[in-house]
């Protein structure tokens, strides 16, 4: 069993900065692929950013390019998502979410999530 636990959301202005942080338990951690998705209200959970198992391969929506970073400690089975230049428009529920598939089947393509996270909220403010 994989089990997922958010945290580091909260208030933000925009232009600011915030890390996210996931932290997930179970011996299998290494071996799957990582990834942030967010919900906005009234709109539907996207893709934000994904890693695989070794780290060495990341990807990102087009909406958060440049601005966010995803990373992973497997010493420390932790995940984190380094928020920059943040927007208005970022706000929402943050998931973390595991899978063992490939991060790149994960960012390209619709599949059900074998694990997720409760979600941390992020509001970034004007």
């Known amino acids: 069993q994989v089990q997922l636990v958010e945290s580091g959301g909260g208030l933000v202005q925009a232009g600011g900065s915030l890390t996210l942080s996931c932290a997930a338990s179970g011996r299998t951690f290494t071996y799957y692929a990582m990834a942030w998705f967010r919900q906005a209200p009234g709109k539907e959970r996207e893709f934000v950013a994904a890693?695989?198992?070794?780290?060495?391969?990341?990807y990102y929506a087009d909406s958060v390019k440049g601005r966010f970073t995803i990373s992973r400690d497997n010493a420390k089975t932790t995940v984190y998502l380094q928020m920059s230049s943040v927007k208005i428009e970022d706000t929402g529920v943050y998931y973390c979410a595991a899978d063992p598939a490939s991060a790149s089947l994960i960012a390209t393509t619709k599949i059900d999530i074998e694990y997720w996270g409760k979600g941390t909220l992020v509001t970034v403010s004007s």
């Open positions: 890693v695989s198992w070794s780290g060495g391969m990341k």
